[in-house]
């Protein structure tokens, strides 16, 4: 049936209305331009256009040098109340309208506001505020100093919702530091959140809960402090609301209580609580609204890195039920990320997760949601790719590398996202390890030349990712895929790779060149290509190492070309003697003597080879080696305390005594 | 005939009160991409009889005790192709898995049986019939015993007439990369014995690629 219309003014008219000497016209206008607004952001950003907010900012600047001329005239309270409310309106949920109420100045008028006689100004000022305070530009609140700290101790002790509210808000989202939370632990304001906890209205819980969840993050020593005697039972008052019958406060609680166990894992140990804890979230996903949404990364921070939680999770069925969610369809952009991280931390360790998983076939629903229009839901399609991809049996099975999935992905490479290119590639990366004969199929999508172009990105996580993915791509990969991948690459890439500004681009270049080199004796012909190109960038990025894995790699670069014939032995033989630094030391003496196992394992195997006593030059470069002190040195290492080391070194000596050295 | 292993090195301590990590040493020879050949003795009262086989090291994740890998077994009377499996391995880490097996139709006296058919298993007895092995120290042992697992065949279908109902105790040596184990299915000849050497295809040293999963 058709109803009548309601001429509402327009935005240019009410805002000329708002300059009206009339004051009821002046507060009528106040009151629409609030109304228009609320929970239309279209309608925020039309007035933000058209300088709607300092006109509001300027009648309640106005209005307080009245109060303070006049003194509680009903006017000056009505100008105060309606313009601190459409101030607050614009802010809510809205940065630009946060931004453009900090801009106007009015900020430092709504907190001397705080201190006005009249309970409605008071009320309306503290709502605005805590909208600000509801975003991430709302300024800092220095809680260490001490006028500040009595001013938030004042707002919490407030009889009022709305300002003990603000307090725990103006907590919530200034507390960021270690040396923060302990200051508002001395200053006893965690006594307060907790009796606001176990009085409070359930506006006062909600904010008192939120506050505690911050001021406990990463502080075991708080945490302990608050656990303790001195409060009482604060952990199950918290407990408590983890069952309200409110969903937000039950969310809000759980994640409090997440946050304590996560820096404090010894608190919440009871089996009970854990999965009371899985249990709770689990429900709440079922909320059609924020609760909802929030609920799975909730859900991943309390499971995230802990196999103990992710085994209750399985047996709680938290995959058929993310399960159940994704197939619904059409979800909010932030709960399908949601649910698409919290199965990713499911599968991140455990195999029985994966094959749950698997048999759901949650797997094609994944691949769809790589296409899917919200950045964020890309980039955790592919993070949760790349959990369930680290199922070796699987890999093995070659039962990722299809179309279905590795299509998309490669569309995914040109993401405009950086975070999306970067969780793309490290799905990629599991993929291509497959033992198969399908890593053609990589190649025919086009995937291996985008890896190639995406090793000169100006980004360095970009390059290193991509580096990666190749390195897993040439992994036990058959001589044509290698010779492909070296010719899209070529020496000169590859070399410049090696001696990139950034050590993880080091580190994925020479693990590359270590695998490529690999298996066929021909193919260790790579590095001396283009006059021994990547050979020489080796030997020079080995000399000034910033870290052990580059030298690892390296190493190991060095030992498998070493493994081929006598000219690769007599090539690596110079390129360590070559490279000499200070005191004329070999970098391999600094290796040998290095803490890190691995890198004296790697460099071991490549003296290994280097005096293998079945090759015609090895009693030669011996002499060589311990010439350079490097025999010496390795003589030092027989009771290394790496059983690797140590038997390594052993077939060093047993090779070195073949050739008459004792 | 059944090779000797011959070792060294004197096997470590054992600890019933050591805190640290027990678990079996890392070694790059048993690392990811590592080959080894050999030979599975399957002879029978009937004939003698053995199959070369290579194994491939495919995956390996200490922390859980894991290994997997393929293994091809080459001149196979009633197969045209080599038959290519994939098995899963438990490392014997005395964390996640003991030396008793508990399953596979295998009992503690069959786990004994088979244990002290490889020599470096012998200085482990004792303790390992008191509790499994549990309380013992082998992170400076170098031997590492597992078992072996065939989950499927890669090339040929089940209905090949092959069997994979078993699995394999295995000891592997840390210095050199051989492999002994004995294959144990209560339905197949007793104690077929596997013989693995450390390959280094076609070169003349030793080759480590490498693969990261993220």
Redesign the interface.
């Known amino acids: 049936m058709p109803s009548a219309t309601v001429n509402k003014p327009r935005p240019s008219e009410l805002l000329s209305r708002l300059t009206s000497a009339e004051p009821e016209v002046k507060v009528r206008a106040l009151r629409e331009v609030k109304n228009q607004i609320i929970g239309n952001r279209t309608k925020k950003l039309s007035f933000l256009k058209l300088g709607a907010v300092p006109a509001v900012a300027g009648i309640l600047a106005d209005s307080i040098d009245d109060v303070t001329e006049n003194n509680n005239c009903n006017n000056t309270n009505n100008f105060l109340v309606q313009s601190a409310a459409a101030l607050g309106s614009f802010a809510c949920g809205f940065d630009a309208g946060v931004q453009a109420v900090l801009d106007a100045g009015a900020f430092p008028n709504l907190l001397r506001l705080l201190a006005n006689p009249n309970e409605k100004v008071v009320d309306a000022v503290a709502r605005a505020l805590r909208m600000i305070y509801q975003s991430k530009l709302a300024p800092k609140y220095d809680f260490l100093q001490q006028k500040n700290m009595e001013f938030l101790i004042s707002l919490l002790n407030s009889e009022k919702e709305t300002v003990s509210g603000l307090g725990a808000s103006i907590i919530t989202r200034s507390c960021e530091t270690n040396l923060e939370q302990k200051a508002l632990f001395d200053a006893g304001i965690l006594r307060k959140l907790n009796s606001l906890l176990e009085g409070g209205s359930l506006s006062q819980r909600d904010a008192s809960l939120e506050s505690l969840a911050t001021v406990f993050r990463n502080n075991p020593e708080v945490i302990s402090k608050f656990a303790g005697p001195e409060i009482g039972r604060p952990l199950s008052s918290i407990i408590d609301l983890a069952k309200d019958r409110y969903p937000r406060t039950r969310l809000l609680a759980c994640m409090c209580l997440i946050v304590i166990r996560n820096a404090s894992p010894h608190f919440l140990q009871d089996i009970g609580i854990k999965t009371k804890l899985i249990h709770i979230l689990l429900e709440l996903l079922d909320d059609p609204g924020q609760v909802g949404d929030e609920a799975p990364f909730a859900f991943s921070s309390l499971i995230a890195q802990k196999e103990d939680l992710q085994k209750l999770a399985l047996e709680a069925n938290a995959i058929d039920k993310f399960h159940h969610h994704i197939k619904k369809g059409s979800l909010h952009p932030r709960r399908y990320e949601g649910i698409l991280l919290a199965l990713a931390d499911m599968c991140s360790k455990l195999e029985s997760c994966r094959s749950k998983f698997l048999s759901l076939q949650v797997l094609n629903l994944v691949a769809d949601a790589l296409t899917d229009y919200n950045a964020g839901v890309r980039a955790a399609a592919c993070i949760c790719l790349?959990s369930v991809?680290?199922s070796?049996?699987n890999?093995?099975?070659g039962y990722f590398m299809n179309e279905t999935i590795v299509i998309p992905l490669v569309q995914l490479f040109l993401d405009p996202s950086t975070s999306v290119q970067v969780a793309a590639l490290?799905?990629t990366?599991?993929i291509v390890?497959d033992?198969t004969t399908r890593k053609s199929i990589f190649v025919q999508c086009g995937g291996m030349k985008q890896l190639v172009q995406l090793a000169k990105s100006m980004e360095s996580s970009v390059r290193s990712n991509a580096l990666?993915a190749l390195?897993?791509f040439v992994?036990?990969a058959d001589n044509r895929l290698k010779e492909g991948v070296f010719s899209e690459l070529t020496a000169s890439l590859l070399s410049s790779l090696i001696r990139d500004p950034e050590p993880s681009v080091q580190e994925q270049a020479l693990?590359l060149v270590?695998?490529l080199?690999?298996?066929?004796?021909n193919l260790i012909e790579f590095v001396f290509a283009e006059d021994g190109l990547i050979l020489g960038a080796i030997g020079r990025q080995l000399q000034c190492a910033s870290k052990a894995e580059i030298g690892i790699q390296g190493m190991?670069a060095l030992?498998?070309v070493?493994?081929?014939?006598e000219f690769h032995?007599e090539s690596v033989m110079q390129l360590l003697f070559t490279q000499m630094g200070d005191k004329n030391q070999s970098f391999v003496v600094k290796f040998l003597q290095s803490n890190d196992s691995q890198l004296r394992?790697a460099t071991v195997?490549t003296i290994?080879?280097l005096t293998?006593p079945?090759?015609p030059g090895a009693p030669c470069r011996l002499e060589k080696l311990r010439n350079a002190g490097i025999v010496s040195q390795i003589k030092n290492m027989v009771n290394d305390p790496?059983?690797?080391v140590k038997?390594?070194v052993?077939t060093v000596l047993g090779q070195s005594m073949a050739f008459g050295d004792n | 005939m059944p090779v000797r292993v011959t070792e060294s090195s004197t096997p470590s301590q054992v600890s019933g009160t050591n805190s640290g990590d027990t678990s079996p040493p890392a070694c790059t020879l048993l690392s990811v991409g590592q080959t080894f050949s050999g030979t599975q003795n399957v002879s029978s009262l009937q004939k003698e009889e053995a199959w070369r086989v290579n194994v491939r090291i495919q995956g390996c994740d200490l922390e859980h005790g894991y290994l997997c890998g393929t293994m091809e077994a080459l001149n196979v009377p009633m197969a045209d192709t080599p038959v290519v499996t994939f098995w899963e391995g438990e490392i014997v880490d005395t964390k996640n898995y003991t030396f008793y097996t508990g399953k596979w139709e295998a009992s503690p006296e069959d786990d004994k049986r088979h244990w002290t058919k490889f020599p470096s298993f012998s200085p482990l007895l004792s303790q390992v019939e008191v509790d499994g092995g549990k309380s013992l120290d082998l992170s400076n042992y170098p031997y590492i015993f597992m078992r072996w697992k065939e989950q499927y065949f890669v090339n040929v279908g089940t209905d090949c007439g092959l069997t994979i109902a078993g699995f394999y105790y295995v000891c592997f040596s840390c210095s050199d990369g051989s492999i002994s184990g004995f294959y144990y299915d209560p339905n197949s000849s007793p104690f077929q014995k596997l013989e693995l050497k450390s390959t280094n295809e076609g070169r003349s040293g030793y080759s480590f690629s490498s693969y990261e999963l993220q």
């Open positions: 790349k991809t680290r070796i049996k890999l093995s099975a490290g799905a990366s599991n390890v033992f990666w390195k897993n992994f036990q693990a270590r695998n080199v690999d298996g066929c004796i190991y030992c498998n070493a493994s081929g014939n032995r394992t195997w290994v080879n293998c079945s090759s790496c059983v690797d038997l390594r052993r």
